[in-house]
């Protein structure tokens, strides 16, 4: 089994930043992709930014130039630096890994308020 902890949620006025954390743990063996995904009250849960182990990167594009995925394979260990936050960000962000084997786990999810 793999386990991911995720941490730096909270509380923000717009314009701010914050960083968000996913250590993971485990049965890990080899991380494929490590990603960010969001849900807000009464919508699908979206694909914020995700990485591959060759280092490319995804972004939806609403998060273009503010948000920042960066991942610390010694560690499993993903972040999500964001910058410029805006109310419409406000959601519980989910970490997402997925091993070579096809394996997929989620994160508790840790929750993200941008106040206007």
């Known amino acids: 089994q793999v386990q991911l902890v995720e941490s730096g949620g909270g509380l923000v006025q717009a314009g701010g930043s914050l960083r968000l954390s996913c250590a993971a743990s485990?049965?890990?063996?080899?991380?494929?992709?490590m990603g960010w995904y969001r849900q807000a009250p009464g919508k699908q849960r979206e694909l914020v930014a995700d990485?591959?182990?060759?280092?490319?990167?995804n972004y939806a594009d609403s998060v273009k130039g503010r948000f920042t995925i960066s991942r610390d394979n010694a560690k499993n260990t993903v972040y999500l630096q964001m910058n410029s936050l805006k109310p419409e960000d406000t959601a519980v962000y989910y970490c997402?890994?997925?091993?070579?084997?096809?394996?997929?786990?989620w994160g508790q999810g840790t929750q993200v308020t941008v106040s206007s």
């Open positions: 990485t591959s182990s060759s280092g490319g990167t």
């Open positions: 485990g049965s890990i063996f080899s991380i494929r992709a």
């Open positions: 997402k890994v997925v091993l070579h084997t096809g394996y997929g786990a």
